[in-house]
């Protein structure tokens, strides 16, 4: 069971533009996550206030977290016009989610909204940028709207949060972030749209990356950083 207080933090900063102040300087970029224990707050795509920028920063022992924005706003949409992330790979055929699916066309709603940014294709009009189960669920539901939490995000803010939300620290925890297939076939995916060199930016990314271009196939076993084969 997660914190409830540290998970009321992430709701109001993660995703949002923020000011972080210490004692000795002051951030502004994209909220990322609390870590609670080490009295610290991750922010992406972060500039200094002496000018210096940073792919994410790790800001310790913040004096104040400021939202630079309002509460993001809450709309009902046509289910057909929400289109899944394309770096999005987790499978939703388990039990879990059959018993989710069920529940939820029970309810005839969802009892959490998905979040998704404004969209611009021929089909659709808006992206999930968190909660894909739910708007797998909802569809598999036979849904016809859903309630949505809408984030003002560039395409790269999206690469960001999806990374933030499904890519786990190496060593850190995983819990309900990707299995390493997932993360192997995510990676391909955000490769076909993005330089590797603006995805090392991240630094989550940047030892998976590592991995990803191991010079040969046989190194990257031997090292553990591949498998021999996903299903």
């Known amino acids: ?126 992206e999930i940028v968190g909660g894909h189960r739910r708007y797998h669920a909802a569809r598999k539901a036979d849904l016809s709207t859903i309630a949505v939490e809408l984030v003002e995000l560039s395409d790269w803010q999206a690469v960001v949060w999806f990374v933030d939300e499904h890519i786990p620290v190496q060593g850190g925890s995983e819990s309900d972030m990707y299995t390493q297939c997932e993360i192997n076939r995510a990676i391909d995916r955000l490769r076909t749209e993005w330089p590797d060199d603006r995805l090392r930016s991240l630094s989550v990314l940047e030892p998976y990356l590592t991995d990803a271009l191991s010079t040969t196939r046989r190194e990257a076993l031997r090292t553990g950083h591949a498998t021999n084969g996903c299903p």
């Open 1 to 126: 069971m997660g914190n409830p207080f540290i998970d009321d933090l992430n709701d109001t900063f993660r995703g949002v533009r923020v000011r972080v102040t210490t004692a000795s300087h002051t951030y502004e970029g994209w909220g990322g996550r609390w870590n609670y224990s080490n009295q610290a707050f991750l922010v992406y795509d972060a500039e200094r206030d002496d000018g210096e920028h940073f792919g994410a920063v790790t800001v310790g022992t913040p004096e104040s977290v400021e939202r630079l924005d309002d509460r993001l706003p809450i709309e009902e949409v046509p289910l057909s016009t929400v289109a899944p992330s394309p770096y999005s790979v987790r499978a939703t055929d388990d039990v879990d989610h059959a018993e989710f699916v069920k529940l939820t066309r029970e309810r005839g709603h969802l009892l959490t909204y998905p979040t998704v940014r404004p969209f611009s294709a021929p089909e659709y009009d808006y």
